[in-house]
């Protein structure tokens, strides 16, 4: 299993960040909204995206998807990590 985070600031920021938090995983920087866009997080008319979490199985099928409807609207640490133990458990 892979973790990754994805973030519209630029690349200095998210090194920074990640390093700051200790993150134990990578921190990416999508400034074009590139990503953002083909996942459909892009918020129109502007350069971020909305929160969005996805979890994505090995054959690239998305098992589960929470996207905020505003900055603050995040899934719990928990909820992520119990669909990730069933993502892993349907494998």
Do not use: C, H, Y
Not at 4 to 24: F, H, N, R, T, W
Request: without cysteine.
């Amino acid at each position: 299993m892979t973790l990754v985070a994805i973030s519209a600031d630029p690349l200095e920021d998210s090194v920074s960040l990640a390093s700051k938090l200790g993150l134990g995983f990578p921190l990416l920087s999508d400034t074009d909204l590139a990503a953002a866009t083909r996942w459909g997080v892009a918020m129109k008319g502007q350069d971020i995206a909305v929160p969005a979490t996805f979890v994505v199985l090995p054959d690239r099928t998305i098992f589960w998807r929470k996207i905020g409807e505003r900055m603050t609207d995040r899934p719990a640490n928990e909820e992520v990590l119990e669909v990730v133990e069933r993502a892993l458990a349907a494998r």
